[in-house]
């Protein structure tokens, strides 16, 4: 019962103090309607059918202005693992959990961008979170409009005006084991454009051996030619980062000296190093009364370096999509009617070659390249169609139901050793939506929903150990139910929201591996997903001074191979391998009239099953941070913000990610651990002039 705890105590509190009338005052008590972007056929987050977790920006400051992983794991259901900056897994409701370094199955877009690669690879943490206006996290597999991704989507609004008129800012960070962010911002609002430029540089050197992290980059967003009926909003975003990897430790190491690099990476002076560019143009307009527009056009490149232990691999990557977007109102024997349709195309061309690592020959400065071993492109493209529409039979009832179809296909080719060029294409992917909403007063809603959805393989997972493409492999398909509530209550002071879910996976892709890094995909079995998902929140004032925001959210679930044979081993009924199943998020805000605040979380993880045969676990571990700050005018138009923390008060020893199935070399023993941070410290200090 103690993990339940804090959930259980401030559910009392909150109760208690709605118990008592307040009086109304200049700090507001109603917790705002929190609205959604233009992906979606409704605009506000109680008119969505779907389990939707929103992080603001004011949410993504609330830590040390680096790291988005805090933010991500308040939502319930969701759980980003966090190795050091630039390693980092995301999974929603368990899937994506056994990906080895990164994230997959779930969709991400900056913008009309697409952050998910054509490897099916996802990144968000080098993007500048002081330059995210929004998070939205759609739960579950919505296929009917993101495309592929069985985990769900990520959706990340940047910041196109700070303000009305003319802002600059500047602030800086700084921080326990050499931690240094410098980010500057000037933005520009009027009436017919905007415009937000942003640059920042963020440095640490690490709190393990060969953890340095160094990385900046500039992003400019805006609009132009604003009309009433009209808008064009651009994007452009570099990065450029060098990050040293300790890589993952044993249980001996984890537990005695978990500062300490794994000696092969350190001996090689592992790194990861690339450069990376996107672009993008959004046209939104009305195309006639009542139908309205969105075209969207980008395109990424990447070049990346990364020696490791056992060779030396070199990537270029370059994508190019549009995706086009019709809004609309219709009727129906006199219903109210709203629809989506659209279309997305996506190509990108991946160019991978590896070298030998010759570290060991290079008098202890590191890596040094040798002979080629592999070098290989690929060609892959997909297209997406899309229908989406809401049916309102009444001013409390009404339908949503979707269907899109994806045809993906490439090519391959084989430089060392030279091979002809391979194709292949999967047969199109149907994924159809219903759901049924039920709304008994303005501010409450009730809905069921069923959905089907699937996830592609990577580059890797479509490959034979030869280097060949692998034409048995299929992408993951899965169908998920869900029923859930969005409630307002006190006079919108308490939100609350539940979610029951039940998930099943076929086709499970398994990436085994048959080389010190080299994997490839299998279709190995059947997993469960089933859980049940809490979010509370409430906000309350104090004698019109300060204004409390207590918030707890709690995921339980059973995540569990239904049918798992691999390598001629039998897991089925086990743990699913990399997830916890329960996860409980708490804390309290609290703000004052003269810009005083002071913020505390608490962070529960379960263990988690290291290996399919679940014979390992990691321990279940407790985070609490802490944070407080003062906002103040200097001068009109001038102010300041000065802030400090406390992560990780209790210097807790935990697992901040996990290596699932680890294998040791020889007679080495597997190495399963990132060791979290200890307690750490930050301060920042930021200055705003409006003009």
């Not at 409390?396 to 292949?424: C, D, H, W």
């Not at 901040?656 to 200890?678: C, K």
Request: net charge neutral; charged share 15%.
């Amino acid at each position: 019962m103690s993990k339940y705890y804090f959930l259980l105590c401030f559910l009392g509190t909150a109760f208690l103090a709605s118990a008592q009338e307040k009086p109304k005052d200049s700090l507001s008590q109603q917790l705002e309607i929190v609205h959604i972007s233009a992906f979606h056929i409704n605009d506000s987050l109680l008119n969505a059918p779907a389990a939707i977790g929103i992080v603001s920006a004011a949410d993504l400051q609330r830590n040390n202005l680096t790291d988005i992983s805090p933010a991500l794991n308040r939502i319930a259901g969701v759980y980003m693992q966090s190795a050091v900056i630039n390693t980092n897994r995301i999974s929603i409701r368990g899937i994506g959990a056994r990906t080895p370094y990164g994230t997959n199955k779930i969709r991400a877009f900056y913008g009309s961008i697409p952050l998910t690669s054509g490897d099916a690879e996802t990144t968000i943490e080098d993007l500048n979170i002081e330059n995210i206006q929004q998070v939205e996290i759609i739960k579950g597999p919505l296929s009917s409009v993101y495309g592929a991704g069985l985990g769900g989507a990520i959706l990340l609004t940047p910041i196109t005006a700070a303000a009305p008129g003319s802002t600059a800012s500047i602030t800086s960070t700084h921080g326990s084991f050499g931690l240094v962010k410098n980010n500057i911002n000037y933005s520009l609002d009027t009436p017919q454009s905007s415009l937000n430029i942003n640059y920042h540089k963020l440095k640490t050197d690490g709190w393990r051996e060969n953890s340095a992290y160094n990385r900046e980059g500039v992003t400019l967003a805006g609009e132009l030619f604003r009309k009433p009926h009209s808008k064009l909003t651009y994007i452009a975003n570099y990065t450029d980062m060098k990050a040293f990897i300790p890589s993952s430790v044993s249980r001996e190491s984890f537990e005695q000296t978990p500062s300490l690099a794994a000696p092969t990476w350190k001996a090689a002076k592992g790194f990861e190093d690339y450069t990376a560019y996107m672009v993008g143009l959004s046209y939104e307009f009305d195309l006639s009364p009542g139908i309205r527009n969105n075209t969207s056009v980008y395109a990424a490149t990447k070049d990346s370096n990364e020696p490791r232990p056992f060779d030396i691999l070199k990537q270029k990557t370059a994508a190019f999509g549009g995706r086009t977007q019709f809004t609309g109102n219709f009727h129906i024997a006199s219903l109210d009617s709203r629809f989506i349709a659209g279309f997305e195309y996506f190509r990108d061309h991946y160019k991978g070659k590896t070298l030998e690592n010759l570290y060991q020959q290079n008098n202890g400065v590191g890596s040094l390249e040798g002979n080629p071993i592999s070098d290989t492109q690929q060609y892959r493209e997909f297209y997406n169609a899309f229908l989406q529409f809401r049916i309102q039979f009444s001013p409390k009832t009404e339908i949503q139901a979707g269907l899109s179809v994806n045809t993906t296909q490439f090519e391959l080719e084989n430089r060392m050793p030279q091979s002809p060029p391979e194709t292949y294409s999967y047969d199109p992917i149907w994924s159809p939506q219903l759901a049924f909403l039920f709304k008994p007063t303005s501010h409450q809603t009730f809905y069921a929903s069923a959905s089907r959805g699937f996830s592609l393989p990577s580059v890797a997972e479509t490959l034979t150990d030869s280097g060949n493409i692998n034409a048995e492999i299929k992408p993951e398909t899965g169908y998920n139910f869900e029923i859930g509530s969005k409630l307002y209550w006190l006079d919108k002071r308490l939100y609350t929201e539940i979610t029951l879910y039940h998930m099943q996976i076929k086709d499970l892709l398994v990436a085994q591996r048959v080389g010190d890094d080299q994997y490839i995909g299998i279709n190995a079995g059947k997993t469960i997903h089933q859980g049940l998902e809490v979010s509370i929140h409430y906000n309350a004032s104090l004698n019109g001074t300060f204004s409390v925001q207590p918030f707890a959210t709690a995921s339980l679930g059973r995540y569990r191979f239904d049918t798992f044979l691999n390598n001629g081993t039998d897991f089925s009924g086990n743990h699913l391998t990399g997830v916890p199943s329960n996860k409980v998020n708490s804390g309290i805000m609290i703000t004052s009239r003269f810009g005083l605040y002071l913020s505390g979380e608490f962070e529960f993880v379960d263990r988690i099953p290291l290996n399919d045969g679940n014979t390992m676990y990691s321990d279940a571990y407790r985070i609490v941070n802490f944070k407080t700050g003062y906002r103040f005018t200097l001068l009109p138009g001038f102010t300041s913000h000065i802030a400090t923390g406390i992560n990780n008060a209790l210097n807790e020893k935990y697992a901040a990610m996990v290596l699932v199935n680890a294998t040791g070399v020889g007679s080495a023993t597997p190495r399963y651990y990132y060791p979290g941070l200890p307690v750490n410290y930050y301060a920042s200090l930021s200055f705003n002039y409006s003009f």
